[in-house]
């Protein structure tokens, strides 16, 4: 998406060769024209797959999801990684190890939200090691959900989570994708379009 390569070369700061800082309009401030235009690109690519839901993880995911939620017409439900106060029966849950903190948490969703009756659209604004997806994965599947697909803002093609999420056979779309960060520098890869796979999980 080229707005978005425009938006990370002249805003994203590589702060090591596996972290890129987008603080002034994904995860901290936040671009809603650009979150707009990401909705409106995500919806495309999934208008076809008769989505009732997407699931999302707080607290980053939860921008470009509720865009694309508009274009599709669809609600949004994000995974909580803190305990709620008022969220505490009748949910499901999955373990997510982060690398980059080196923790684990559990995430979790009310079983209100999500059923055996929806497809979802899993989302979220990076894709590194996969483990957040994952996650949402497992909760999707707990509550037999079918899944059409995962949609990432910015992927890290270096590391191990689009290999892991496709090789499972799920269709994740990325609107970037970044092949290193070296010396300072976004390298992009040339998105490729995964296959429209159609499953029945
Ligand atoms: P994984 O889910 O793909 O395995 O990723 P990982 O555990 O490594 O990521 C932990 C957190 O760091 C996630 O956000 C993820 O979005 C974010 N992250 C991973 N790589 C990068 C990166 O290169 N740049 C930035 N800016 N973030 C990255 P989080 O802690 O859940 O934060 P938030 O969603 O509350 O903002």
Redesign the pocket.
């Known amino acids: 998406m080229k707005l978005l390569i425009e938006k990370i070369n002249n805003e994203g700061i590589v702060?090591s060769s596996?972290?890129?800082?987008?603080?002034s309009f994904?995860?901290?401030q936040i671009d809603p024209q650009l979150m707009h235009e990401i909705g409106k690109e995500f919806a495309s690519r999934f208008e076809d797959c008769g989505i009732t839901k997407i699931l999302t993880?707080?607290?980053?995911?939860i921008a470009p999801a509720v865009m694309t939620g508009l274009q599709l017409n669809v609600p949004v439900v994000f995974a909580r990684?803190r305990k709620s106060l008022t969220l505490v029966n009748n949910l499901y849950t999955a373990s997510?190890?982060?690398?980059?903190?080196e923790e684990t948490s559990e995430i979790s969703v009310s079983n209100q939200y999500i059923s055996e009756n929806d497809k979802v659209l899993i989302m979220?604004?990076?894709?590194?090691?996969?483990?957040?997806?994952?996650?949402l994965v497992e909760i999707a599947e707990k509550a037999k959900a079918n899944i059409a697909g995962i949609g990432i803002v910015?992927e890290?093609g270096f590391?191990d989570?689009g290999s892991l999420l496709r090789e499972k056979g799920y269709r994740v779309e990325s609107l970037t994708t970044?092949s290193a960060?070296e010396n300072g520098t976004v390298s992009f890869e040339k998105n490729t379009f995964s296959k429209k796979v159609e499953l029945t999980r």
């Not at 596996?18 to 603080?23: F, I, R, Y």
């Not at 979220?124 to 996650?135: I, K």
């Open positions: 702060l596996s972290v890129l800082k987008v603080d994904l995860n901290h993880i707080e607290s980053s995911g990684k997510v190890y982060s690398f980059t903190k979220d604004d990076f894709l590194a090691n996969g483990q957040a997806a994952l996650g910015i890290k590391q989570g970044i960060l």
